[in-house]
């Protein structure tokens, strides 16, 4: 992997911030986009931007191969058996909010259970719990261990026969957990369960092979992996995606449509009601594109590398605790730390003046918080255009953040 | 690196609230509002006395940035003793201030002009302001 190749892939990169140059240590919140991504969507709108799957005319016709063209490249990008099994939407959150209403609504009922962790990111926490007021469910939650981790001992234990759904983040946006989601597709299914997984923090960074894990939904978003935002894939297995009903309807998901009753297109298409969202599909296959040409293997193991180098200097800083597992080899490439009594937000705001941003606050993830018994946390999260020297300057500004405030605390 | 434009923003008399901060505690039975700042997750427990009119006693309990923090300490000493639409007409002024446009300094701000800075990180706003929003939402509650 040549990183200055790739650092000029993303302008974005290239400027000052505040008199310094940029460090961009967020990209788990979202990543920044290289020049093919901006280009594809570019070309979509200056060359042939129109509607898909109903006008006869040419620009529909290439505007309709773009998309389901996207649709290709996204199967074969998590292994997916059909391309009818991926669904576009607009992220992670909407998609699990489907599976939610409509898998959820017809397959749980009044004490039943659903099992997730405690340390999922809102949008894998409130749909369930929603769901679960509706039905009279039970929302279970998997216990951590000391370091973060989950250990399959208390999976076993908290999925029982009354579990209808399972679902669980593949990597912690906090922690940096990777979780075994494989053995635990296995242990929902013994136990009859399906298992959602939430790839937002994964398929950014790592291979992901839907038939491998086995699992019954897999939701991940086009933004946190050098695609544009508004796009995001709901993959299912085509028996559950079948089985259920759409939970958006109107133009583009039907197929007779009469005065009282209507029918709907096969999938994917009745999943996704609407002009659905062209531009952003090319743009994630232009992502795709990208990311594969680099690999994803070489990706994955970059950043390790990075996140290993990150904790090796971090924790040399006096007064700094590092949240999640301490094998770097464990862990996906974010670092969630807290500096003394430095509230988050402080330090965030000094690490910015100097140029460098980080993300301060509880995530999305305020269970997971209570659970750190902590209000809050700041966090450096890496892709692939980062560097050593990124941490470098991000160790540095860690340190003058200390002396600046050491009078105070 | 250059803080500069830091230390307009975090001011001797500002980290001086946040350490040592004035009227912590709550209230028995008084009027009480819990606010949080669902973005980063800083809360206030604001505890108020409101005896004809007049703000007797202000308390506030919390956890957050030292901006917000120093923000609820400085908020509760100006308010103490004050009739109610004065704390009301401070609120006003505190608000104009973050927003940057042009406030009343005919009345003594005391302290709370050491926030003026955060004008200039509109990311930190929201912190200064939780307490004051809070402040309001109490008289709210208590005048109904």
Same mark, same amino acid.
Request: glycine share 8%; net charge negative.
């Given at each position: 992997m040549n990183i200055q190749e790739i650092r000029r892939q993303f302008p974005i990169l290239d400027q000052e911030v505040n008199g310094q140059p940029l460090v961009y240590l967020d990209s788990a919140a979202t990543s920044q986009k290289p020049l093919s991504v901006i280009r594809a969507l570019d070309e979509y709108y200056k060359g042939y931007n129109s509607n898909v799957h109903r006008g006869v005319h040419t620009l529909g016709t290439r505007a309709t191969d773009g998309y389901e063209g996207a649709r290709e490249k996204v199967r074969k990008f998590i292994n997916a058996a059909s391309s009818e099994e991926v669904i576009f939407m607009r992220g992670t959150t909407t998609a699990i909010n489907t599976v939610a209403q409509s898998y959820g609504a017809d397959n749980v009922k009044e004490g039943d259970e659903i099992v997730i962790t405690h340390m999922e990111h809102h949008s894998n926490i409130i749909p369930w719990q929603q769901l679960a007021k509706r039905t009279g469910a039970t929302l279970k939650y998997v216990p951590l261990q000391e370091d973060g981790t989950l250990s399959l001992d208390d999976v076993r234990e908290t999925i029982t026969a009354n579990t209808k759904i399972v679902s669980i983040m593949m990597v912690s946006n906090v922690l940096g957990t990777m979780n075994p989601i494989k053995e635990i597709t296995q242990i929902a299914h013994e136990h009859g369960a399906v298992m959602m997984v939430d790839g937002a923090q994964a398929a950014?960074?790592? /291979?992901?092979?839907?038939?491998?894990?086995?699992?019954? !939904? !897999?939701? !991940?978003?086009?933004? /946190?992996?050098?695609?544009?935002?508004g796009i995001g894939v709901l993959y299912g297995k085509k028996k559950h995606l079948n089985a259920m009903e759409p939970v958006e309807f109107g133009g583009e998901m039907i197929d007779f449509v009469g005065l009282q009753d209507s029918t709907w297109k096969e999938l994917p298409w009745k999943f996704e009601g609407g002009t659905p $969202? $062209?531009?952003?599909? $090319?743009?994630l296959g232009a992502a795709i594109d990208f990311l594969n040409e680099i690999g994803l293997d070489e990706i994955e193991k970059y950043e390790h590398h990075l996140a290993a180098y990150a904790m090796e200097k971090m924790s040399e800083i006096d007064g700094l605790t590092i949240y999640g597992p301490k094998d770097p080899g464990q862990r996906a490439g974010l670092v969630t730390f807290n500096l003394d009594d430095v509230h988050p937000h402080d330090l965030a705001t000094v690490l910015d003046a100097d140029g460098i941003a980080i993300r301060a606050g509880h995530h999305c993830a305020q269970p997971l918080m209570k659970w750190l018994d902590v209000s809050s946390t700041a966090r450096a999260s890496f892709y692939l255009y980062n560097t050593e020297e990124d941490i470098d300057r991000l160790v540095n500004g860690l340190v003058k953040t200390k002396e600046y405030f050491s009078d105070v605390f | 690196m250059s803080f500069n434009n830091l230390d307009q923003l975090y001011r001797q008399v500002i980290m001086d609230h946040y350490k040592n901060p004035r009227n912590k505690g709550e209230i028995e039975d008084s009027v009480t509002v819990d606010m949080n700042n669902p973005t980063c997750g800083d809360r206030i427990h604001l505890t108020l006395d409101v005896q004809d009119g007049i703000v007797k006693e202000a308390k506030f309990d919390g956890e957050g940035c030292s901006i917000s923090m120093a923000s609820a300490s400085m908020m509760t000493q100006v308010i103490k003793g004050k009739p109610v639409d004065e704390a009301l007409k401070y609120s006003q002024i505190f608000s104009d201030m973050m927003l940057g446009k042009e406030y009343d300094d005919s009345v003594d701000l005391g302290d709370i002009e050491a926030l003026q800075g955060v004008a200039k990180f509109p990311a930190r706003i929201k912190c200064a302001t939780l307490s004051w929003k809070a402040m309001e939402k109490g008289i709210d509650q208590q005048s109904e």
């Amino acid at each position: 992997m040549n990183i200055q190749e790739i650092r000029r892939q993303f302008p974005i990169l290239d400027q000052e911030v505040n008199g310094q140059p940029l460090v961009y240590l967020d990209s788990a919140a979202t990543s920044q986009k290289p020049l093919s991504v901006i280009r594809a969507l570019d070309e979509y709108y200056k060359g042939y931007n129109s509607n898909v799957h109903r006008g006869v005319h040419t620009l529909g016709t290439r505007a309709t191969d773009g998309y389901e063209g996207a649709r290709e490249k996204v199967r074969k990008f998590i292994n997916a058996a059909s391309s009818e099994e991926v669904i576009f939407m607009r992220g992670t959150t909407t998609a699990i909010n489907t599976v939610a209403q409509s898998y959820g609504a017809d397959n749980v009922k009044e004490g039943d259970e659903i099992v997730i962790t405690h340390m999922e990111h809102h949008s894998n926490i409130i749909p369930w719990q929603q769901l679960a007021k509706r039905t009279g469910a039970t929302l279970k939650y998997v216990p951590l261990q000391e370091d973060g981790t989950l250990s399959l001992d208390d999976v076993r234990e908290t999925i029982t026969a009354n579990t209808k759904i399972v679902s669980i983040m593949m990597v912690s946006n906090v922690l940096g957990t990777m979780n075994p989601i494989k053995e635990i597709t296995q242990i929902a299914h013994e136990h009859g369960a399906v298992m959602m997984v939430d790839g937002a923090q994964a398929a950014p960074h790592m /291979k992901v092979d839907v038939q491998d894990l086995d699992c019954d !939904f !897999f939701a !991940f978003s086009g933004h /946190k992996m050098a695609g544009p935002t508004g796009i995001g894939v709901l993959y299912g297995k085509k028996k559950h995606l079948n089985a259920m009903e759409p939970v958006e309807f109107g133009g583009e998901m039907i197929d007779f449509v009469g005065l009282q009753d209507s029918t709907w297109k096969e999938l994917p298409w009745k999943f996704e009601g609407g002009t659905p $969202i $062209i531009a952003g599909a $090319i743009g994630l296959g232009a992502a795709i594109d990208f990311l594969n040409e680099i690999g994803l293997d070489e990706i994955e193991k970059y950043e390790h590398h990075l996140a290993a180098y990150a904790m090796e200097k971090m924790s040399e800083i006096d007064g700094l605790t590092i949240y999640g597992p301490k094998d770097p080899g464990q862990r996906a490439g974010l670092v969630t730390f807290n500096l003394d009594d430095v509230h988050p937000h402080d330090l965030a705001t000094v690490l910015d003046a100097d140029g460098i941003a980080i993300r301060a606050g509880h995530h999305c993830a305020q269970p997971l918080m209570k659970w750190l018994d902590v209000s809050s946390t700041a966090r450096a999260s890496f892709y692939l255009y980062n560097t050593e020297e990124d941490i470098d300057r991000l160790v540095n500004g860690l340190v003058k953040t200390k002396e600046y405030f050491s009078d105070v605390f | 690196m250059s803080f500069n434009n830091l230390d307009q923003l975090y001011r001797q008399v500002i980290m001086d609230h946040y350490k040592n901060p004035r009227n912590k505690g709550e209230i028995e039975d008084s009027v009480t509002v819990d606010m949080n700042n669902p973005t980063c997750g800083d809360r206030i427990h604001l505890t108020l006395d409101v005896q004809d009119g007049i703000v007797k006693e202000a308390k506030f309990d919390g956890e957050g940035c030292s901006i917000s923090m120093a923000s609820a300490s400085m908020m509760t000493q100006v308010i103490k003793g004050k009739p109610v639409d004065e704390a009301l007409k401070y609120s006003q002024i505190f608000s104009d201030m973050m927003l940057g446009k042009e406030y009343d300094d005919s009345v003594d701000l005391g302290d709370i002009e050491a926030l003026q800075g955060v004008a200039k990180f509109p990311a930190r706003i929201k912190c200064a302001t939780l307490s004051w929003k809070a402040m309001e939402k109490g008289i709210d509650q208590q005048s109904e």
